[in-house]
């Protein structure tokens, strides 16, 4: 069977944001694929195993098998999805304003989300709850500055993209952490008018086959 | 004046790996630049004076006003660069190799950089040495296995791209805070090999305009 008729397979864990960033792109762009769960909290990590290990070298979630060959990182994954299956877009054709999706994008990617995942709060000990709390709102002010520049309906104009498809995931997580989100009155009406899309809703870590029945939406 | 024909200016800090960065990709494809000098340490950071925030609203060094606006975080910069500026080329054409060097310089941008930053250190305190060895290192190994699979006399194949951009300031920062990379023998050749290129020797952080004269090469 060629590559491109293997459906992908998605190493996901249902409440990793990074995970979700990846389904929304699969589910905006309707690309039929299969889940694999990775749970990162149950035999120390599953992700940890040398048989995810030889999925992923880089022993993380999400990575995606998709063409012949495996993919991690969530910007590095949906790039190529953009990229080999264009339609709809997730980055708007001008240089400008793919620059500001990016810069939104890196901001969420680089700049928050690390400090607050899973694995750094476990090494930070009893004060995760503020410091997962100091990153996120620190972050967040500096989206809720840019977005004030770029922002339509969605983060950067009226059409979504891939900074909206990080914003979402960091919400739930800030939300998570019990972030007081009043400063940020722009990334409330964003992620609420994102959360009413389908490819938002599907992909939702209470929705996923490995999300606990108590978590369930 | 027309924007294109104004000269960019790099906001840049000569010990910041992020700004070194953007540097490597200006040298390298002979864009010619001022620097700004901004302080990360001096008067309790520069970039969060009121002045800088005026210029770029992230607070972050890199920034870089070019063609009429201002563009922070390295990535988003870097591939606006890549698409305004095309050669040489620091992307691959075919996809696959493209994710490839996607995969490693995120793993670097978001993976590793974000953990051992300088407001990071900051906020762990004395413990800050263990911490910074213990995300490089951890990150490192990931990355060294990624170039088993993908290397050849730079990070992927024979040509440099954005993932030896991420490298180079990468390991600078590791040696910086004794991280033993005796681990990582395809690291320690490929960087050897970058350190080579002029581009990535005039944007060093030892030449420097703000470059202290007891640390200068």
Known sequence: ?????VKPVLYSYFRSSCSWRV????????IAYDQMPVNLVKDGGQ?????FQAVNSMQQ???LKIDGVTLSQSMAIMQ????????PRLLPQDPKKRAQVRMISDHIVSGIQPLQN????????????????HYISHGFQAVERILQQTAGCYCVGDQVSLADVCLVPQVYNAERYKVDLTPYPTII????????????QVSHPSRQPDTPPELRA
């Open 23 to 30: 389904r929304i792109v699969l589910a905006t762009k309707e």
């Open 189 to 200: 009406k964003i992620n609420k008018a994102l959360l009413e899309l389908e490819a938002f």
């Open 80 to 87: 190529y999805l953009e990229e080999t299956r264009p339609n």
């Open 118 to 133: 899973l694995s750094v709060l476990q090494k930070v000990g009893e004060k995760k709850m503020e410091w997962a709390q």
């Open 1 to 5: 069977m060629s590559a491109t008729l």
């Open 61 to 63: 979630v999400p990575a």
């Open 47 to 51: 992700q940890l195993s040398a048989e």
